[in-house]
């Protein structure tokens, strides 16, 4: 067993109607100002105005930027920041999936202590507590809320940076499964496989502990439960309770346990093509379980009685990623990189991002710049 040390430095508010406790949230903070960072597509579907309308109605100023794309920009991030301090804010609420919440981490790391995100690349760079921020997931994948990542795409080098702090994990986060219960069948799907990966991947960590491990068994247990159903029915508020508290305690247990070579992995396949997070995991998982296999010493068992449709009473470890590829196919999602329009000749310049990610040092089985090329070539 691991030595461990963990602590859940903010205050969770879980349950249908919560979103209505913004307003004592801001009080706590002492907040009258604050700046809500969004996407377009929740500014479309009025979730924007909503959250708008319960701060204005509590005498809460609200401003808000809604520009942040899917694998957000470093120029996002300028453009957000200098919108923030021109707006006067105290605080910051981060609303929607994990793009609005990574540019909201960066804000807010920028507006206390200035200069560029690529500046604080890596760990340790964040030197003190950033502006507050409030975390209003709309999908139940990337956990985000309570995470202390933030992941910027760098255009000029083709690369996904992260900046690691736990001074990064939000004040609050306010977690209403009203909130996801329109999502698209495809975002569904892709966020939802995310938060699997993030469990699954926590769990095998070599850096998990006890604590870690019971986070990321409860996730895979909500999540493999009842993704299916939810994907399948949007508006199953059960469903969507439980794929949001899956979410949740898979967001958790990372923080504290890192992930593996899928994300290690999927990452460049954001910076260099623009794929999907979600949808990156999605079809690197079943590739990296086949090669962790060697290493599986009982956990691929558990995790593959948690996300089985109709288990089988006899187990061996090929039989888990085949579990994975049945499922992420009957939720619609591609099957491998030449259908996300991924091409052989980036590979090895995908794969040298790749090892510079941190979670390679804790994948289950130790890897190779070599081992990432042939993991990509398989998952082609």
Known sequence: MNDFTFSVPQEILFGQGSLQKLPSVMEKLGSKHTFLISGPHLKKMGVVKKVADILT?????CDAFTETEGNPSVETVDKAAAAFRDSGADSLIALGGGSPMDVAKAVGVLARFGGSITAYEGGGKVPGDIVPLVAIPTTAGTGSEVTAFSVITDHSRNYKLTVFSYKLIPSYAILDPELITSLPASVAAATGVDAMVHALEAYLSTAASPFSDAMAEKALELI???????????????????????????GIAFSWAKLGDVHAMAHPLGGFFNVPHGVANAILLPVVVDYNALAD??????????????????FTA???????????????????????????????????????????????????????????RKAM
């Open 224 to 250: 493999g439960g009842n993704i299916r159903a939810f994907v399948a029915n949007r508006g199953n508020v059960e469903a969507a309770k439980a794929m949001l508290a899956g979410s949740l305690f898979a």
């Open 297 to 314: 010493h009982g956990k691929y068992e558990k995790i593959y009685r948690y996300i089985a449709k109709d288990p089988a009473e006899h």
């Open 57 to 61: 109605e509590a005498g809460v100023g």
């Open 318 to 376: 090929d039989m888990l990623a085949e579990e994975i590829r049945s499922l992420t196919a009957s939720l619609g999602i591609p099957q491998n990189l030449t259908q996300v329009g991924v091409t052989e000749d980036k590979i090895p310049a995908m794969a040298e991002d790749a090892m510079k990610s941190g979670n390679i040092a804790v994948n289950p089985r130790s890897t190779t710049k070599k081992d990432i090329e042939d993991l990509y």
